[in-house]
C-alpha cells in the first residue's frame, strides 16, 4: 500500500542518511587529520630547508669575502715583492757600473 511504501521510503531515506554519512564523515574527518598533519610536517621541512639555506648563503658570503681578503693580501704581497725585486735590480745595475 501508499503508507508501506511511504514508510519504506522513509526507512530506506533514514538509512541514507544516517549510518554511511556519519561513517564517511568520519573517514573525512580522519582523512583531513592525516593531510593536516602531513601539511604540518611538511611546512616543517620547508622552514628547515628555509634555515638550512639562508646558513649556507651566510657561509658562502663569508667565504667569498676572506677570499677577497685572501687575494688583496696576496695582491699587496706581490706589489711590494715587484717593487723589492725592481729596488735590487737598481742597485745591481748601479754597483755593476761602478765596478765597469
Do not use: W
Not at 564517511?24 to 630547508?49: C, Q
Not at 648563503?57 to 677570499?67: D, P
Not at 699587496?76 to 742597485?91: A, I, N, P, V, Y
Request: charged share 30%; glycine share 6%.
Amino acid at each position: 500500500t501508499l503508507a508501506q511504501h511511504e514508510e519504506a521510503i522513509r526507512g530506506i531515506h533514514g538509512y541514507l542518511q544516517g549510518v554511511p554519512i556519519n561513517e564517511e564523515m568520519n573517514a573525512l574527518r580522519f582523512r583531513m587529520g592525516m593531510v593536516e598533519e602531513e601539511n604540518a610536517s611538511l611546512s616543517g621541512n620547508i622552514k628547515t630547508m628555509e634555515t638550512i639555506d639562508t646558513i649556507t648563503c651566510r657561509q658562502e658570503k663569508r667565504a667569498r669575502m676572506e677570499l677577497k681578503q685572501q687575494l688583496t693580501s696576496v695582491q699587496e704581497s706581490q706589489l711590494q715583492d715587484q717593487e723589492k725585486f725592481r729596488k735590487l735590480q737598481e742597485f745591481v745595475t748601479s754597483q755593476l757600473g761602478r765596478h765597469s
